[in-house]
Every structure is written in structure tokens, then in C-alpha cells.
């Protein structure tokens, strides 16, 4: 289940994981997979760490009693691990994969798996950085203008799935603004009004909602600018603000 590679297959394969197709859960994990690793929390690359999750993720996608056999599969997976922290850090990337497979497919049914695994490893020191390490990544992606496809792409999605879920979708963008920075927030509006635009003027109400979001923290910025000379960003680093949309998983 943990995959080891010498350091040519890790080229390789870090070179696949970021090609034109590049699997977004890695890029969002990258940065804080490297860390951890120069630090010595893992004796595993970052390459390592996401194949490693992958097949973790892969085992417990194609269980129908997946939450029945997480904790062995857990054991298991400590029992395999040679470094202290390597089945923490597997299974917390596992979990990304498995929420970005249930959003691509658009299927239901392993939240509750996620919040196994994560209730199991919320007392782990290494829990809160890696969240906020890969929060900190997606809201960097944000201020580059790299969602923007990934945000179109989800809410295309959900238009297939009919008005509901497009409605949902929309009402996500909304209270995920609530968390993040001007720049994050002008993305989110950006692909928005869009989308409404093409959609004869049907989430008007959302777009403006964002609007003033958008306004609000830019008021807050600048206050914050003209009192201390620097800036500060509260991103929300739950799980499901983690991951975007990536289709990661085949479900055997």
C-alpha cells in the first residue's frame, strides 16, 4: 500500500502529477508534503506521501462497508508505515482524494469515512498544519487566477445535476467568501457574475451578496493597512474548502 520510488520514478512521477492534467489534491498538498519532509516528520517525498494515499483512498472506495473497516485499515496502514507520523499524514491526504472523487462523481455516501478519518487524527500535531498548509496553497491559487477553470468546471457540473444543485453550488461560493481574502473573494466573483450572466440573471441575489462580501473586506484590509502597515487573511481550512474538484480515484 505505501509506495517507495527511487529518486528517478520520483521525477517521473512528480512530473506526471503536474503535467497539463495536473491532480489538484497534490498541488494543494505539495507544498506542506516537502516541508514536512525537510523536516524530517517523514521519511517519505511528497510524490511518496499522494500514491501512497491513492491507493489508501482506492481501498476504501471500493469497500461498500468502508466506515466498518476503516480503523483495521488503519492499523494496517500504521503497522506498514516505518515513520511515526507517515499513516497520519497518508490518510489525512487520503481523505482530500476521497472528497475530490465523491465531488467529480457526484456520488454520496462517504462523509461519513472522512470524518472517521479525521476525527481519528485530530489530536495529531501534525493535523492542523497540514490542513492549513494545504488551505494556505488554495487560497495562493485563488490570488493567481488558477481556479477560475475549476470553479467554472464545478458549477457546470452541478447544472447537469439540475437547478438544486446549482442553487447549492452557488449558496457554497457565497459562505465560502465569508472565509477568505479580497483576492480570493474576487475570483469567486469573477466566475460568478459570469455564470450569471450566461444564465439569464437567475443567482443575481448571490452575485450581489458576494459583491458586498468583496466590499466588506476590502474595508477591513485597508483599515488594517492604514493601522499596523501590513495585511491579514482568516482562511476557513476546513476540508471542504481544501479541495476544489479533481476526478483522482477509479473506483474498482
Known sequence: MIV???????????????????DIVFVLFHDILKELHKEDKTQLSAVEVFLSARNFARILVSMNEATEGLEDEIDDLEDDADGKNDAMIISIVACAIIKAFAKAHAVSG???????????WNDHPLFWPMLSGAARKEEERFAENKRND???????LAADDGK??????????????QNIGSNATTQLLMVLSRFND?????????????????????????????GNGSSTFNFNDRVSQVVAHADVVEKK
Open 4 to 22: 517507495h520510488l527511487d529518486k528517478e520514478q520520483t521525477r517521473l512521477q512528480r512530473r506526471k502529477l503536474l503535467a497539463d492534467n495536473s
Open 110 to 120: 462517504y462523509d461519513d469515512v472522512m470524518m472517521a478519518i479525521l476525527m481519528r
Open 150 to 156: 475549476l470553479l467554472r468546471y464545478e458549477l457546470e
Open 164 to 177: 438544486e444543485a446549482v442553487r447549492e453550488t452557488v449558496r457554497s461560493f457565497v459562505d465560502i467568501a
Open 198 to 226: 450566461c444564465n439569464g440573471h437567475k443567482y443575481q441575489k448571490e452575485v450581489d451578496e458576494l459583491y458586498e462580501i468583496l466590499k466588506r473586506t476590502r474595508a477591513v484590509l485597508d483599515l488594517e493597512i492604514t
